[in-house]
């Protein structure tokens, strides 16, 4: 007997939560109707609590409503996160019915937002392109909420991901790329393309019917489909580069390897995992990925200038310092840090005949003609790197050493 008064009690109450809903939801419709987005909000907010038990149909009354009464006509741009979360909720509702009543209006809506977000996006990358930095973070907002407002359109992901990485913010960015890999996103797509046959001018189809529709009917000419790229070592890469700005080298090394392994010459790769060895002060390790650099791009400047640096700093083979440095002023005349460290490298040379005159200080004959022989003749050879490096960028500390160099040597030629 209790059992069935309590079954009772529950049905009861289930009957008055529908029927209090049902009069919440009709509040919020008639003022909505009348345009009273305030009202319409605070009657169907009555409803939250409720809404979970609902039937799919009542669910995507509750949530058009709300959505529509949020977008208040496009008048509150502050609720557009609020509004895309329940069109997409009435969406689903609406899939789960079988009944598509609001989907088609709520279309139209969903339209003129991605195309407002959209303009919105790409003047705010375009400004961070001209160097306002923090609008990049703009742009990357609008492009993923064009995502959340249309997810089976993966590329606003994407496009939000990539102006991230570029805008610096990092762990956005990996997490979207992430995000992208999970979803099996490639960004291959196909494109038709034709030409008009009054101007010219490319056309773009959005499907190959429509293409050879209209070459059928001589509007257009030279159909072309065309299979973009896929994008997934492009986010491979753009996660590892990301960890190491973060410096994340553990990670970043993960994904630059895995990009590696599908692009082994890939020349950027290869710098950048040598990076990450000399972040972590394997010095060993990113000698030899610059190494394998220059192989892939021997006419590269600025390599064989840190290659030489490295040899010249770690002094275990001069002569391929030389010899690196040498490239590097071959392949850049104005490179003046080439010009300098090719003085370091005659320097080094050097320090055994200082201290061989050193021990010969108080024998005046034998430190002169060691001075004479060995010390001025390397000398001679240093000063012209030491002059073009001064030539071509003058500093203090040049000065100096160009200086100290003419007055060793007895000359009366003086830098200014």
Same mark, same amino acid.
Do not use: C, W
């Given at each position: ?78 609720? @557009? ?154 986010? @491979? ?72 640096? @490295? ?106």
């Amino acid at each position: 007997m209790n059992t069935k008064i309590a079954t009772l009690a529950v049905s009861m109450l289930m009957t008055l939560s529908t029927i209090a809903q049902k009069n919440e939801i009709k509040a919020a419709e008639k003022a909505l109707k009348k345009k009273d987005y305030a009202t319409a909000l605070t009657e169907i907010s009555k409803a939250d609590g409720l809404i979970s038990n609902a039937d799919d149909k009542s669910k995507a009354k509750y949530y058009y409503i709300k959505g529509m009464a949020l977008y208040a006509e496009g008048s509150d741009t502050g609720n @557009i996160d609020d509004v895309i979360t329940s069109f997409n909720a009435l969406k689903a509702a609406e899939e789960a019915s079988g009944v598509s009543k609001y989907s088609i209006e709520v279309s139209g809506i969903i339209t003129t937002i991605i195309e407002k977000i959209n303009t919105e996006s790409f003047a705010a990358y375009q400004a961070g392109l001209n160097g306002e930095m923090d609008k990049y973070g703009e742009a990357a907002v609008g492009y993923d909420k064009i995502y959340r407002l249309m997810p089976q359109d993966t590329s606003f992901l994407y496009n939000a991901a990539l102006v991230n990485s570029v805008g610096k913010n990092h762990e956005m960015a990996i997490s979207q790329y992430q995000e992208l890999l999970d979803l099996g996103y490639t960004g291959i797509t196909t494109i038709y393309t034709a030409k008009s046959t009054v101007n010219n001018e490319v056309l773009n189809y959005s499907s190959y019917g429509d293409m050879m529709g209209q070459v059928k009917l001589k509007i257009a000419k030279d159909p072309k489909t065309e299979i973009t790229k896929s994008k997934y070592m492009d986010m @491979i890469k753009a996660i590892g580069s990301n960890y190491l700005a973060l410096d994340n080298n553990e990670k970043a090394l993960e994904f630059i390897r895995q990009a590696r392994a599908e692009n082994p010459t890939d020349y950027n790769l290869i710098i950048e995992e040598g990076t990450i060895y000399f972040k972590m002060g394997d010095n060993q390790k990113y000698m030899e990925k610059l190494e394998e650099a220059v192989q892939i791009k021997p006419d590269e400047a600025e390599l064989h200038y840190v290659i030489g640096t @490295i040899i010249l700093e770690s002094e275990e083979n001069l002569d391929k310092a030389k010899e690196h440095l040498e490239k590097a002023i071959e392949l850049d005349p104005k490179h003046s840090n080439a010009y300098l460290n090719m003085g370091a490298v005659f320097f080094k040379e050097l320090k055994p005949i200082e201290d061989e005159m050193n021990a010969n200080a108080t024998n005046f004959a034998k430190y002169d003609k060691i001075k004479a022989e060995k010390y001025d003749p390397i000398l001679k050879k240093m000063l012209p790197f030491i002059e073009k490096a001064y030539g071509l960028n003058p500093s203090d500390d040049v000065k100096n050493q160009l200086n100290s160099i003419y007055e060793t040597l007895g000359m009366e030629k003086r830098a200014e």
